[in-house]
């Protein structure tokens, strides 16, 4: 799918010729072990490399000159995947077929180097006022959590599984750790995310390879590294059987459950567990949708999700206070019934048919095959839809109740609101 | 079966009127491996009062019912919608808005048997009154859902407070007591005033082959009767051009204050490519007032009154109209100040700069050719541009040409004091 091309040391290239979009996408990650220290810093300075650069020094400069480019996306992110942190900086510009009389290739590849090379320095350390207006943002960014239940509630459930760990540590960091940043600190975090991350690089659309490569080693003069190895997640013990209820100014119940397998992503046990996955409540034809909403009425969603790179799965719905202990037990029957074998040939045939098309529908998009490629690349074998339909295509049954055996409920979260719960 | 090409574009678009009304279009989309199907009808939330279908009276139905039929669309006698998509390996969905119902499938394999379902299932009604009673706890709890989103509050909280009378000012979903008193018989008689097929739309994209499918559509609806199409009469109050209330205020636990200041729109009543550039002109004068290059921006911004939930808005429909500008805020109350100053500088006779206008043509023409990257993204929007008899192809050349006089002109249909409200989410009182 992407030939990956050794760039410098510690830094690759992926790169994907195709005719099918009518745009270019270009996306470099920065990796390195996941901290909350390190996920505070690296999110507020992503907002401060979004916010200006030393050729662009005001955001109105910066967004104008994108505007100009045929308003050409440009944005920092962050992201987690098991115990490694991610910078991205995402580009998208319109292909040059499309527009008449104009070429804005090369210049989207300068004002990529002026946005990661040419950051907006005073006496060497990033400039205070910006530095303490970003951490604001990201600050209220983090406490908006509160004011939306439904993530508020699975944030919860995350402390409570497994607290200070990567699984419940936020890829924005923490209030905490944001307030004790300084324009010094965040210039040392920005040399050492440049100098010393492991970093991938991924470009897609319609380029001539060749030229592009070229263009890119000026644009992006990474220098030679060895990344730090970045640990594997490590089960750890827990309590089993938490149980924690809350309370807030809010009408709908919120019934956050966890549960732990042993399976993680690219284990041989991995295909199986993603059908596990999809027959308890990954999909609208899953034990959860039909019992808890269809037959039951008690919710307007219930599903299941499976966290691969953390060993976890979690169980929503939003229900009334009053029927908390119906739907959890239904919730807890659904998966009993499946550990004892409940399990039809047609609910076995819609999961793969569903699991199949839904990766086969993400390689549609420029982002979607640079997501999935970069997930699956690290895997020994080359990644296909194909291997992995294959894959899916030899899950019996019975592999889904021994799967289902090792499904253990660890906690329960419920958000109520204030004046309907009894207890 | 007519082609139309769009050759800055490289699309080619396919399409027939077929006999008992229902307008297909097809358009493939080369080198992707999914198809996304959407059959849609003309009739949203806001059409509760219509003569029904072979009758004289008109009648006015329980709020909520357009989103409650869609719900009850998916259950047939032999079980649910749902199971037949999966098996098929589709992911199937249905939305409600103000003005369309659409039933959606995308997938990447047994393409003819899920249009075939789709077809078949929004074109088969099964109601009855105990499958309906079933439904009430389920959108129940999608109310409530809603009901603790104060962005989504905030949101109806401004609309309700812009309109007097018309229905835009209710919730799609109506409210846990409305959608108490729906009958199945109130579902039949929606079902067969709005989804005739000459009320309707399909559009398939993707990796779909045009005559091949079309045929199959064809032969498909060919086998079904449906009566005579007849105009479908619906009913709007008058509706004044003010605004029902300036300013109301709404306790929730929220951590931080949220404020929208809402312009409701003269001019409601367009269609074609002047409603497609009076529309693209309104956006393109609040981008140049609001948007993150203007120097309101960076004010507002240095100043602390905004942050990353900013956003402003232009919605157009037929009979309806506003634009909201907001965002969280420690500080709603100079937010609302300073949006209302900027608006008065311009009511004052401030004036757009033609290097502006240039340069978020641009950036929107951008924003278009990346939008074309998205089948789901077409077929949405170009089933609502025909619903208005626009042509979403129009979009650049329509672009192209805006004048600084446009502008002027179409920003004159939300500009004034009384036609400007402010709503606001504020943090439950400590002790109350």
Redesign the interface.
Known sequence: MFKTIPFAKGVNLHIRQ??????VNFSIKWRRALTAKCASERTVLTNVLQHSNAKYT???AF??FL???????LYFDTSKRGNEHTVMMNM???NDQ?L?NTSVLNEVLGIMHTAIFEPNLENGVFKESIVE?EK??VI??I??I????SRFAQMRLQEILRPNEPASISANGTVEDIQSITPASLVAAYESMLTTDKIDIYVAGDINEEELVAKLKKALPFKDRIPEEIPTVVPQKHPQNDYVREQ?????GKLHIGFSTPVRFGDADFAKMQIFNGVFGG???AKL??NV??KE?????ASSSYASHYGLLFVVS???AKNEEKALNLIKEQLVAIQAGNITD?EL???K??L???L??S????RGQIEIFDQYKDLPEEFSVEAWATKWQAVTKEDVVDIAKQVKLEAVYFLSGKEQTAQ | MKTIEFKQLDETLYYEKLENGLDVYILPKKGFSKTFVTFTTKYGSVDRTFVPLGESQSITVPDGIAHFLEHKMFEKEDGDVFQKFSEYGASANAFTSFTRTAYLFSSTDNIYKSTETLLNFVQEPYFTEATVNKEKGIIGQEITMYDDQPDWRLYFGTIENMYHTHPVKIDIAGTIESIDGITADHLYTCYNTFYHPSNMLLFAIGAVEPEEMMAFIRENQGKKEFPEPTPIQRFFEEEPTDVAVKERTLHMDVQKPKVYMGLKAKDTNLSGREMLQHELSVQIALELIFGRTSSFYERVYDEGLIDESYAFDFTLEKGFGFALIGSDSTEPDALAKAIKAELEKYEKGAQFASADLERIKRKKIGFFLRALNSIEFIANQFTRYSFNDMNLFDVVPVLEELTIEDLTKAFASIQGESQQTVFKVLPTEKGA
């Open positions: 195709t005719t099918q979009f009518k745009t005001t955001t109105a967004r104008s505007d100009d480019l045929y308003g050409t996306v998208e510009t319109v499309y008449a207006r604001k943002m209220q960014r406490e908006s509160f004011d939306d239940k807030q100014e809010m009408k709908q999909y609208p034809h949708f039909m909403r269809e009425s008690l919710a307007y969603y939003g229900i009334e047609l045939d819609q999961t048919a569903m199949t098309n839904q086969k529908e390689l549609d998009s420029a």
